[in-house]
Every structure is written in C-alpha cells, then in structure tokens.
C-alpha cells in the first residue's frame, strides 16, 4: 500500500481561556490519501476548523497550543519544523482556501500583487513570467479577461470572483495539499455549484489532495471520497462517503444524516437530535455524545469509546456499535 | 379562502445619490419590481433565490419597515397606508417577524422576560399576573425552560436564542410571521428542531408563514407554495410539489440543479449555470435572465415577459413557455 500524503496521529489542540482549558482538538487522527478529497463534516464548535489550522499551523499563540501528536506529510512531521522551514510549506507545498474571501485578500494590493507575491516567494519565476503565471492562473479558475483583471482591487470583485481569485493563490505554487476550510459557505447556490466543479475540475488536472472543511453533508456527498465526522473535538467516524451515507454506524452520523432536509423528495417528518450542542470548557465523563443519544448505556456515561473497525476504511467510536460488531463476529 | 396577505404590484427603488454637495440621484437599485403574491391563513408561502434578489426587501416592506416605492400591500383586505391608529396597533401585533441571527436581534441587555414581555406590554393593557402566565404557556410552547426568563440572550446557545425569537413573535398572538432566513445560521442538527418546531406551532394555531430562504431543502419540506425570485421579480410562483417537479422557469430549473444532492447518489456531473446575477443598479432589458439564459431568444432581450398561468394556481414568467426545461439540461 501506498503511504498516505498526510497523515494525523494523536492531534491535540488547547486554548487556554478566562474560562479555563478548552480542548478544542482532542486525540484526532486521520489520513489523506495522493488526489483524494477528504473532508470533515461538524457543527460550529466540533473543532473541524482548528484542526485544519493546526495542520497549517495557524494556532494563535500564546492562547492556544498544539500539545501533542503527529502532522505527517509524505513523512515529514511538520510539528518539528522551525517556524522558517514552515513558511515554506505554507502556501507552497500547502494551500489554503478559507470560508470568508474579503478578509483573506488585503484590499490595498490589486489581486495581481497578491498572486504575483506567493509565487515570487514559493517559485524562481521572474519578471515578465511572474505575471503571465498569475494571468494564466486567473485563466485556470475561470476568470473571464484575466489579462484585464490583474488591476482590479479585490473590493471590485463579486463574492464568488474573490474566493476564484483566492483559489488561483492557493494553487499557484503548485500544492500538493489544498486546505479549503467552508469555501464555499458564503456563495450563493449556483455560485457554489461552479466553484465546487472548479475544485473538482483543478483537482483532476493536478492529482492534488483536498482536505474539504464543511457543515453541509450536501456538499461532502457532492465533492468527498471520504469524510470524517467530528463532534467536540473528536473523529466520531471516518468512512468512504458512500459507507457513510449508506451505512452510518454513530448515532449521531445517523442523526445528522436524518436530520438533513433533502431537496430531491418532500418528507413528511424529519427527525430531529434532541439537546443542544455541547459546552466544551465542561464536556461530560465518557462520550461526548452520550447526553443527546437515544441509545445510550451506563458504559458510555464513564468512558470514551475506543475505536472500532467496521470494514476498509470504516473507523467509529462508539460503545454501542462495538458491542454490536463483537457480537457478530 | 380570503387572503391574509395580499401583495400587489409593490415596488422598492433606492436612489442611487452623486455629489458631495449639489447631491443628484444617478440611478436606481429595483431591489424589488413589480411583486405580486398573497397568502392565506394557515399557509407558508416561501420565497427563494441567490443574495440581492429583493427576498429580505419583501419581508421588510410587509414589515412596515420601509415605504413602499409603488404598489399595495393588502392585509385582511386593508391597504397597509390607509390604515388608521388603532388598525395599525392591530397589524403591528398581527405581524411578527423572526430574523436570521438572533444575536443581534435580541437585546444583549434585556433579560428574556423584558424580550418576550416587551410586545405585550407596549401592545396590550395586561396585569402583571397575566403577563406571567403569558410567558410561561409561550416558553412551554417552544420548549425553552421556566427559569429562562431570568438570564440574557449571551447565556444561551444558537438554537435556543431561536426560540426566544420565536416566543417573543408568539406571545402576541400573530396572524402571519416572517421568517426572514430563521434557520439558516443554525447547525444542522438544531436546524431540524427548530423546522420542525415551527410546523407544530402552524399546526396549533393557524399560522400563516412567509418563509424566506435560500435552502431549498428546508422550502421543500416545510412549503405550500413557492415563490422563486431573480433580480428583483418573480419569475415563478406555485404549489410547492409544482415547483419541484412541474417547473417551468429556466432559472428555477438552475436553482434547483445547484442545490447539493442528499446522497452521493444524486450527484450529477457538470450541472452548471453560468455567470452571475447582474447588479440590480442595471437591469437587463427585456427578461432579466436571459444574460444567464442558455434558451435566450431575441424576444427575451426585448420584451420583458408577463406573469402567465400554466396550471392551477402556477405562475411563470417567461417567453419560452413551451419545452420546459428537464433536469440537468444546463449541460456543458
């Protein structure tokens, strides 16, 4: 087999607040495999977001810390890397799109300097080909006279023409790791649906992997191979989307999936998860889950499942399901 | 059924102003032009389409939030601008609206009671006992616990503060409430209960809906009828099954293509409408589609298309009646 092109063991993330220690990512690991699009599905708070940015590593210091784990790429562990040796792979062998795309572009350079900048720092163009690379760029996301477009100032751009010309910096340096953290969250639909076939289209063309941020399982049916589900801090289940969508093992994979309102068929009730999402500065004993499940036991009150290997690719944490694969076996 | 809402012919331009001194207006925005709809009591009515298509417009001017430009708005077959004190008083209770971000539409220094008293208290003459017993069927309706009513807005969690907006439209007994993208903030989890929360209560008392919102998931499922909106106008108005399965409007058909599929199943490849809404400062002339219309004839660059029935209750505007168009026929 094939070694993964990232691989996450163990990731543990903390902030330290007025509140006290929130921990944010807890013991997440995960693996991305060469042109795969991989993404993570969870509710605002899950943790998905800082995971994406402890990959980066992007964690706003002194108030937050990576305290342990693994960030592997092709091997490498980035977590052992000097600040220096990490600007280099940000935004050069690592790229990132994220959800809002008027404050990731400075509204004081024309989005020609911005494209121009990365390359010139990331690649040993020069000159006059500095500027044909970021015109061709443009080209590529589907900016129509690019040429023209390289002296417009971001603020002149609509919404869905700033997050292209986002996507034209993050692939400019030819990553082979894209991070796009809820890219497309503030399009609007049709917009959507054109920047997500762009990713497909670049991913395609490039054989570049995709780590894909989102709360919309929608989405992740549309563009992912394989997802993972978080849920205060942690992986609850990882799977290939079709398992996921076929064959959810957590209940709340299920219960998400359930309470989803499908566009292709009216339904006539929709079930609901009861409660509210968790407080992570008080999480409960045991799983995290427990307090809205609907089939919950004493032993997921006093400890965290253990993971459980359903089939390939299959991985959840839940006591219920692992009672029940035991059985079966 | 007699409507409870009737909107006619309404029209919403905002002057576009040049000059620093000697100001003159440049141009208007139609952020909403020439909407018809109504909605009788009991219904949703939702209304949909992309940012800047004047949905929001619609709801405020309902509201009584902003004049309108031109045109009507009836309710209980009153015009909104003929009424007098005490009409006004009543449709002020009648009319409730829920908004997208319950933080910043509920008061950072109230205390829940003040929020969900404050309508009643300006709008009803009530003993203070009465009052309380008022929030404590309200809360109990939309399941938020008794002592609720003692903490602030920040104390709660998304979905929860949704119900406070929820409880403080209710408690005046209304008629019609806007639901100005009421869910779209929330998780998806929470989504589903607040939805289906908002169902209950229809059923229980009556309630007419104007469902505002852009995911079409959420209209299909808590809908009657549909009104899809472009640039200002409804270009498609209809029972909400209609709309889904018997559409007519290229741009419904665009709309619904976009909406990301509920299973890996559903993906269709490549299913893409192209460009972008134009600014509402600039209108195309004749159909406002037809920059984006891969149907486009020269008729649909000229004459603007008339609102046309083509089966009970189902409305469309546009040139190209005949061949309606199937899924997926955006195909590059």
């Known amino acids: ?329 | 059924m007699k409507p409870i809402l009737d909107v006619q012919k309404v029209k919403k331009y905002f002057p576009v102003e040049r000059g620093a001194i000697f100001r003159k207006v440049a141009g208007q925005i139609k952020a909403v032009d020439n909407i018809s709809f109504s909605i009788v009591p009991g219904e949703t009515l939702a209304l949909v389409g992309e940012s800047g298509c004047g949905k929001s417009t619609v709801g405020r001017l309902i509201l009584n939030l902003l004049p309108v430009t031109g045109g009507t708005i009836f309710f209980s077959g009153i015009p909104l601008e003929e009424m007098d004190r005490s009409q006004r008083k009543i449709y002020r209770s009648a009319v409730q609206a829920v908004f997208q971000d319950p933080m910043s539409s509920l008061s950072p220094r109230m205390r829940i009671r003040e929020i969900i008293a404050e309508g009643l208290v300006i709008n009803q003459s009530l003993s203070r006992n009465e009052i309380d017993s008022k929030i404590q069927q309200v809360l109990d309706q939309v399941g938020l616990p008794q002592d609720a009513i003692k903490h602030y807005p920040h104390e709660f969690s998304g979905g929860q503060r949704q119900r406070i907006a929820i409880a403080r439209a209710l408690i005046v007994d209304p008629k019609l409430i806007i639901l100005d993208e009421a869910v779209s903030a929330l998780d998806v989890s929470i989504q589903a209960q607040i939805v289906n929360l908002l169902r209950d209560l229809q059923r229980e008392f009556h309630l007419s809906y104007l469902f505002i919102a852009h995911s079409l998931g959420t209209v299909r499922y808590i809908s009657d009828r549909i009104g899809v909106m472009y640039l200002g106008s409804l270009v498609e108005i209809g029972p909400a099954e209609e709309i889904f399965t018997n559409l007519h409007h290229p741009y419904t058909r665009a709309l619904i293509d976009a909406a990301m599929p509920s299973h890996p199943d559903f993906v269709r490849e490549d299913v893409v409408l192209a460009g972008e809404v134009p600014s509402a400062l600039n209108v195309p002339e004749g159909c406002r589609f037809n920059t984006r219309c891969p149907f486009a004839k020269d008729v649909c660059r000229q004459v603007e298309p008339e609102m046309f029935e083509i089966g009970p209750g189902h409305f469309t505007a546009c040139h190209m009646l005949d061949g309606a168009p199937e899924a997926g026929f955006f195909l590059n």
């Not at chain 1, 030819?174 to 796009?180: D, R, V």
Request: glycine share 8%; with cysteine; proline share 5%.
């Open chain 1, 1 to 329: 087999m094939t070694q993964p092109l990232l691989k996450v063991t163990d990731l543990k993330t903390q902030f330290r607040t007025k509140w006290g220690l929130v921990k944010a990512v807890d013991g997440v690991s995960f693996h991305v495999k060469h042109g795969e699009t991989f993404g993570i599905v969870g509710e605002s708070g899950s943790g998905k977001s800082v995971t994406s940015l402890s990959i980066m590593r992007l964690i706003p210091q002194p108030a937050g810390r990576i305290v342990s784990g693994a960030i592997e790429l092709d091997g490498l562990n980035l977590l052992e890397l000097s600040e220096k040796e990490m600007r280099d792979y940000r935004g050069g062998k690592i790229g990132m799109i994220l959800q809002d795309p008027l404050s990731s572009l400075n509204p004081l350079f024309t989005i020609g300097s911005q494209i121009i900048e990365g390359l010139r720092i990331h690649t040993s163009l020069k000159g006059r080909s500095l500027k044909e690379r970021a015109i061709d760029l443009l080209r590529r996301v589907h900016i129509p006279s690019p040429a023209m477009r390289m002296k417009d100032w971001p603020h002149l751009l609509s919404g869905g023409m700033r997050q292209r010309v986002v996507g034209a910096i993050s692939i400019s340096c030819e990553p082979e790791l894209l991070i796009a953290d809820e890219p497309t969250t503030a399009l609007d639909a049709t917009i959507q649906l054109q920047y997500l076939n762009l990713l497909k289209r670049i991913q395609k063309e490039t054989r570049l992997s995709i780590i894909f941020v989102t709360h919309d399982l929608g989405a992740v049916a549309y563009l992912c191979h394989r997802a993972a589900v978080m849920y205060a801090g942690r992986i609850v289940e990882t799977a290939t989307v079709k398992d996921l969508f076929d064959k959810p093992a957590h209940p709340y994979t299920i219960g998400l999936l359930n309470s989803m309102q499908k566009v292709e068929k009216k339904a006539d009730h929709i079930e609901s998860i009861k409660g509210q999402p968790p407080n992570l500065k008080n999480l409960p004993i045991g799983c995290s889950f427990a307090p809205r499940c609907d089939q919950v036991k004493d032993i997921c009150k006093e400890k965290y499942p253990e993971e459980t290997e359903l089939g390939a690719d299959h991985l959840v944490r839940c006591w219920v399901v692992k009672k029940e694969a035991v059985k079966i076996k």
